[in-house]
Every structure is written in C-alpha cells, then in structure tokens.
C-alpha cells in the first residue's frame, strides 16, 4: 500500500491530516514498516500511538493492538473512525450481536487495527478466532501498549502481561512493538526478556514535555481561593489532584459553587459514577476533574491545558506522570505545584503507616525528591529530567524559576568547603548531616562519629541552613554531586565533584532572593480577534461532537482550531491545508466550520467604535487574568469605573470573558430583566431585579446585550 503514496508525510496526511511527524516518529514508523521487534519509550504527548497506526495502515493485513483499558481503547477507536480509518476493539462492554457484527468486518478485511485486553487475547476461544484471521487475513504486527505492565519493576505491574510471551511462540514470525512511555534500564531489560523480543532496536526520547510551564508556588492561608483564582485565570479544560478522597469531594464542591463545573473522581466512588464523571471531563461538560491518583492511566484526552497539584505528590515519578497529563496534543499547557510544609507533614505520617522499614525508608527519599523539587532554585526541567537520567542544561524559559530568574552568584569556595566535607565524612551520610558538620553543630550525632574534630567542623557558620541546602541541592541538580537512590540519599563525589575541589571548575548557582521582573504585556489587537474566533470554533466542535457522542477533541484537537482561527481559511482549499484536516475530516465538517470562519470575518469588517487609552489599560489587566478588584486596585481607580470600562469593552465587542466575570445563571436574569425594562435606564434595572444584582453586574450584561445588536 506504500506504493499509493510518494512519502511517509504524504501518508500521514491523507490518514491523520498532519503535515510533518513528531521528533523520532518518523524513525519508528520506517523500522515497523520493516518488520523489526520495537522498544519504543516516548513520554505521554510524544505520540506514541501513531508510531504503530500509521504502519498498520500502510501494510496488507491486521494490526493487534494489548490495551489494559477499556476507556483506552474506546477513545483511540473513537479517534481512528472519526478519521475515516478502519479501526474496532473487543471487549466486555459489548454484546454478543456486536461482537459477531465485529467480528465479521475483520474477516472481511474492513478492520486494519483491532484493540483488545490481554486476558481475552490469551483466552482459547479467542486463540482459534486469532489463528483464523492469521490464516485468512494475516497479521501483521502486534503492539502491546503500556509494555510497563510487563515487569514487576515497572509502576503498573498486572500479572495477565507476564502471559504475553505466548504470543511469540504461537506466532514466532509476526514482529512485537512494546510502546511506554516510563521505564528504567531496569525495566527495558525486563520488558525485552518477559516478551521475548528479538534483537529489538530500542527507541528512547526525551523525556523533557518543551511545551509545558513548570511552575511552584507556595501555598496560602486561603489556599482554595489561590487555586480558584489560578483556574480562574487558565482556559480549557484541567486536573486537580488531592492526596485524599475527603479533599477531591469537598474541592469539587466549592468549584461548582464559586461557578467552575467540576466534578470527583477518586476509587472510593462507585465505578459507575466514576466512569460517568470521566466521560463528562472527556466530552467537555464539565471543565475541571478533582481527582485522587486514581485518575491515572489510560487518560487520553489530549487538549487538558492544566495540571494543578492542590496537595504535594508522594513522588517525583508521579509527579511527572501526573503533570504530564497536561499538553499531550503539544500546545501549551501548566503544571502548578502548590506547596506547603503542612502537606509534607501530611505525607509523612502516611508513610509511618507503612508496615516495612525499608518502604518507608524508600517512600521518605521519594518524597525528600519532591520536596529538594519544589525549593530548587535550578530550572525545573534540569530537576526533572535528571530524576530520569537525562541532562538539560540552560534557561528553558517555559519555569518560574526560568522566567523569573533569582541572582547567580558564585559559590565556588562554599561548594569546595561542602564537597570537602563529604570527602570527610568518607561519603557515608547525607545533606542534612554533612552541614551540621560544616555549621559546627553540637548534635550527639557528629560527635559519636568524631565529626567534630574533622578540619571542616565550623568553617560554614557564616551560612545558615537554608543557604547550605539550596547550595547541595543545586550541585546535585547539576549532576556536580551523587548521591545513593536505595532510601538513605547518602552523598557521594563523582568526577565532576573532584574537578571542583582540585579547582578545575568553578561553581554558579541561582540565590534565592525575592527577584521577580514586571512588566505588561501588550496588546495585540490580531491576537485577540483570534481569540474570539478560537471561542466560536470550541463551541461548533462541542455541537458536534455531542451529536456524534465522543470528546471534542476527536473531531478536531485545539492547535487545529487555533490554525483556523488564526489563517482563517475562505474556501474548502484553504481549509484542507489546516494541520489535522484531512479529506475525511474536510468532507465531513468542512463546510460548518467555513461557514462560522467566514461570518465571523465578515463581523469584523463591520465598522466599529474603537476603545480608547484607558478601557485598554483595563482590558489588558483583565486578559493577564486579574479580577476586577485587582484591576481597580492595580489602576487606582474604584471597582465601579473599571465596570463601566469593561461593560463599554463588551459593547464593542473586545475580547471580555463575561462567564469569568459572572455566573452565566445571573446573566440569564439580568438579560430576561432588560429584554422586558430596555437597556437605557440602570436604575429601572437594579429596582426590577433588586437586592440580590448589583449596578456592577447589570452594567456588564448591558454591555454584552448591546453587541448582540438588540439595542
């Protein structure tokens, strides 16, 4: 089928609309179509998935596809048949009449990619319906997804995958692709073994998520307005993780009642209604999941924008799973770690629950890993991606700490004082008493080893505690310091550490002094025309894809919509150009979604009253996502002038978020209350209405109902 295509891009086009692969796609791709046994680990958002469907497609025969989820591989499917490609799963959830309907497209070869759980796979009746496609129809590769699975050493252990090394010896010439997207050495060894891969060739990507903004922030008193506040200022749609079911439940409550749709997830629900609750986050009915780590693998809407962590995570590992939720279609998106000393003592009496002393041991350095995250003053990408044994070095400019870069100093002298000291202490012990050694500390501790007759007892008492943490911290972020990962987290020197102590190289760290830049940013009158427009377009792709019952994303992923909104394409030719669309998709959708680009195009060639200085000043505070109280305060003005500017911006049709602004069940009233009392006269409004709207309020909605041209 190759033939039919003059590339692999052109293939990729006419299957899925894109125009160019991701970074180590392409690679993979040409290794499947060769008939090669694959490793292939890709971080969640690389695209894994492609790296086998594009194959299937491209080769004579089935493709099988091991998912361990059934809401998996109904989404994927759901994906594939909205782009026009033969595609169908088997599993518990169907009855006998559609799996026999199934069954039966597959045998008449209109099926390329079938998706099945492990334990059925292996089961004998359906090992003589596997021989019968293999004989008739022929099988062209099998992909196990999530290979993870596989290995007692990965995350996910599940027994049914061990089982899978069958398939090699039933089917010895039929290639395995084994797709992750975490997995230590370990762990790729075990994999390569449990399924008897033959000579694979292993894909390892980066780990590093380039679209995603790290970034932590203490958290406040009032910490549920903190978090209400930062939802407030994202869009789209985001996770929130709690550490407890208690907390996602109460979350979720206040969410809803301060005007964001949310909802639980957490094991202690019935599966029903957690199932339900996951199918309403993935159609956007609702806009935020409050969710414990329950709500984990097997999450595949792409277009979540934000991963807020309310509660500290007990890992560095989840945490990067968690996190990496966010942005899987590769637009932008933000991970908020809101941290708190309270929650660490939370997490800590956990552990203590722990029967094992060697899991605790275990579970505290996991945890000291978070915690050694949360307080680095190092780009938080260098963090995470060293966890992974992967080097990043630089300003990545998408952190806090990137963003909003503390001082660098040189702390060349205070790291050779420091490393000198673990060369002291023979490499045994970790950060905490190798400074109580430095600061000169009295603790029984260093005086039952003799520490404090070493020459470096006391020569750090100019620095406090704080300062010599951020300094160990730094140097093992840099990798110029070791240190051991069985629990004890005991420091140890590698080549870089020698260097430094026989002054080879010196040692720039970030200070953590309060040191943030200000600055506004301007506003772009393009940039927000395309904003509205990327509004109109969520709203036909919600329309849609609630009369075809699947996730939005599935008729068209964001950075598509965005593409329009942006190019705002005039004909069906321009349209098909659009990244994602493909002449499935183009055929299908391309007309409604012309029809709203281009009335909106003729909308903004309508002569229009242009805002002036001031209502600018207001709306570009307000797009930076500040409340109106803080736009009144920032501007020195009262609540009631920054009203009356942003109910002026409405009736002009400038880019105001009113649902941000008001309840839509308020604007509801007020507007019912002006289509009766006419638009000209507050007063006849708020005596209408009454008591419980505010001048505030009706101003707004005024606004709002006179752009609509009901004046």
Request: net charge positive.
């Amino acid at each position: 089928m190759m033939s039919s295509f003059n590339s692999l891009e052109a293939a990729l086009k006419h299957f899925f609309g894109y125009d160019r692969f991701r970074v180590g796609q392409k690679e993979i791709i040409e290794d499947a179509i060769a008939g090669k046994d694959l490793l292939i680990i890709m971080p969640t958002g690389g695209g894994k998935s492609l790296c086998f469907q594009l194959p299937a497609l491209l080769k004579s025969g089935l493709t099988i596809v091991v998912s361990p989820l059934i809401a998996l591989m109904q989404d994927q499917v759901d994906a594939l048949q909205d782009n026009g490609i033969g595609a169908t799963f088997l599993n518990s959830t169907l009855s006998y009449e559609e799996e026999r309907s199934r069954q039966q497209a597959i045998l008449t070869g209109k099926i390329k990619l079938l998706y099945v759980a492990p334990e059925r796979l292996l089961n004998s009746r359906f090992s003589g319906f596997l021989c019968h496609i293999s004989e008739n129809i022929g099988v062209n590769a099998i992909a196990i997804d999530e290979a993870h699975c596989v290995s007692e050493w990965g995350h996910d252990f599940r027994p049914e995958y061990r089982k899978l090394k069958q398939l090699r010896q039933q089917y010895s010439q039929i290639p395995i692709l084994a797709l992750t997207a975490t997995a230590t050495k370990r762990v790729q060894q075990d994999i390569i073994q449990q399924l008897e891969l033959r000579q694979p060739t292993t894909h390892l990507a980066s780990f590093n998520r380039p679209n995603l903004h790290y970034e932590v922030q203490p958290k406040e008193k009032n910490s549920y307005y903190q978090l209400l506040k930062a939802i407030r200022q994202e869009s789209g749609s985001g996770i929130v993780y709690c550490l407890s079911r208690r907390r996602v439940d109460e979350i979720a409550f206040k969410l809803n009642n301060d005007g964001i749709e949310a909802l639980p997830y957490h094991a202690g629900m019935e599966p029903e209604a957690r199932s339900q609750n996951q199918t309403r986050f993935l159609r956007d009915d609702i806009r935020v999941i409050v969710a414990t780590i329950a709500f984990g693998m097997g999450i595949n809407k792409p277009d979540v924008r934000f991963v807020f962590h309310y509660d500290i995570p007990k890992s560095l590992e989840s945490f990067y799973q968690e996190s990496g939720r966010a942005g899987r279609d590769g637009e932008n998106a933000k991970s908020i770690l809101f941290f708190s000393f309270g929650d660490i003592k939370k997490v800590d009496y956990l552990i203590e629950q722990k029967p094992d002393v060697s899991e605790q041991r275990i579970a505290r350095q996991q945890l000291n890993q978070v915690i050694d995250y949360a307080e680095g003053t190092d780009c938080r990408r260098t963090i995470i991606l060293r966890y992974f044994g992967e080097r990043f070095s630089g300003n990545c400019g998408k952190c806090d700490n990137c963003l909003n870069p503390k001082p660098i100093e040189d702390w060349t002298i205070e790291a050779q004082k420091f490393l000198s000291c673990v060369a002291r202490c023979r490499e045994r012990f970790g950060m905490t008493h190798v400074i109580d050694v430095l600061r000169g500390s009295r603790k029984k501790k260093v005086e039952q080893y003799g520490h404090h007759l070493l020459s470096t007892y006391g020569i750090g008492k100019d620095r406090s505690i704080a300062e010599w943490k951020m300094l160990g911290r730094s140097l093992l972020h840099q990798g110029l310091l070791g240190e051991t990962n069985d629990g004890y987290r005991i420091l140890r020197l590698n080549k870089r550490s020698w260097e430094i102590l026989k002054k080879q190289r010196s040692v720039e760290i970030a200070v953590d002094i309060k040191h943030k830049s200000t600055g506004d940013k301007a506003y772009n009158p393009r940039q927000a025309e395309a904003e509205v427009l990327y509004d109109k377009l969520k709203i036909l792709r919600k329309q849609v894809a609630d009369l075809q019952s699947v996730p939005p994303y599935v008729i068209f992923a964001d950075s598509s919509l965005k593409l329009m909104a942006q190019l705002q394409p005039q004909n069906t030719k321009q349209f098909s150009n659009i990244s994602g669309v493909n002449s499935y998709k183009l055929q299908q959708y391309g007309e409604k979604f012309l029809s709203v680009i281009q009335d909106f195009v003729r909308s903004q060639e309508l002569p229009k009253k242009l805002p002036g200085k001031s209502n600018m000043q207001t709306l570009q505070l307000h797009q930076q996502g500040l409340s109106i109280a803080e736009i009144a305060e920032a501007r020195g003005l009262t609540v009631s002038t920054i009203c009356t500017h942003l109910g002026e911006l409405l009736e002009m049709n400038q880019p105001v978020a009113l649902n941000k602004l008001i309840d839509p069940s308020i604007q509801k009233v007020i507007s019912e209350a002006i289509e009766k009392h006419g638009d000209k006269s507050l007063k006849t409004l708020k005596e209408a209405l009454g008591e419980s709207y505010s001048y505030n309020e009706i101003k707004l909605v005024v606004g709002w109902w006179r752009s609509q041209g009901n004046i």
